[in-house]
């Protein structure tokens, strides 16, 4: 069955970096294009970014943009997303998303989350 | 990019229809068939509840349907049911390559 389970959450102040992981299973990594998704707490969803699944075509939120770098390694099965320059404004439960077959943006499964919280 | 407009809630009674709207604009919702549906319950991750506009999931219930005039997409859940009561969430591809959530739609169900 498809999993992806997130990673690398945690405190940080602001102005710090810090790099998530998306570890996948049960799909072909290398065929499909990969998201971030956050939720601050309490609010709704935001898109973060995508990479596509030759690891070159890449989009960023205008939120994020030259602030984060989203990758992945097709040999590992592995998503990643590199956040410097942290914000207050960062805080919030980051999800990986899978891009549904044939579905363009659209995610068919997702990941349980993990939590960045950027504070003082 | 601004969010997708959503009423903030809507409610129902057991049995019964609500739809949900979404509009964007022209870039987003009204240029493409690629607007989706996620509903997330509380603590947990969102799932797909419609996909391109009016598809449904494997697994997904057909009490759920989907639909778009111009720039409005809508997601109608007819025979209303108490686990329908969740968060829901429109989203679009746009112009510039990127993804747009709606606001949200906290459905209540009464």
């Known amino acids: 069955q498809v999993q992806l389970v997130e990673s690398g959450g945690g405190v940080v102040q602001p102005g710090r970096s810090l790099r998530l992981s998306c570890a996948t299973s049960?799909?072909?990594?290398?065929?499909?294009?990969m998201h971030w998704v956050r939720q601050a707490p309490g609010k709704g969803l935001e898109w973060v970014a995508v990479?596509?699944?030759?690891?070159?075509?890449?989009f960023y939120a205008d939120s994020v943009k030259g602030r984060f770098t989203i990758s992945r390694d097709n040999t590992e099965s592995t998503l990643y997303l590199q956040m410097t320059t942290l914000r207050v404004e960062d805080t919030a439960v980051y999800f990986c998303?899978?891009?549904?077959?044939?579905?363009?943006?659209?995610?068919?499964?997702w990941g349980q989350g993990t939590l960045v919280s950027v504070s003082s | 990019q601004s969010a997708l407009t959503q009423p903030a809630s809507v409610s129902g009674s057991p049995g019964q229809s609500i739809t949900i709207s979404c509009t964007g604009t022209?870039?987003?919702?009204?240029?493409?068939?690629?607007a989706s549906w996620y509903q997330q319950h509380p603590g947990k991750a969102p799932k797909l509840m419609i996909y391109?506009?009016?598809n449904r999931p494997s697994g997904v219930s057909n009490r759920f349907s989907g639909s778009q005039s111009g720039n409005t997409a809508s997601l109608t859940i007819s025979g209303l049911q108490p686990e329908d009561e969740a968060d829901y969430y429109c989203?679009?591809?746009?112009?510039?390559?990127?993804?747009?959530f709606g606001i949200g739609t906290k459905v209540t169900v009464l």
């Open positions: 998303a899978k891009e549904k077959d044939g579905g363009w943006y659209q995610f068919d499964f």
């Open positions: 049960g799909f072909i990594f290398s065929n499909s294009a």
């Open positions: 990479i596509f699944n030759d690891g070159r075509t890449k």
């Open positions: 022209s870039s987003d919702v009204g240029g493409y068939k690629y």
């Open positions: 391109d506009v009016i």
């Open positions: 989203t679009s591809y746009t112009t510039t390559g990127t993804l747009v």
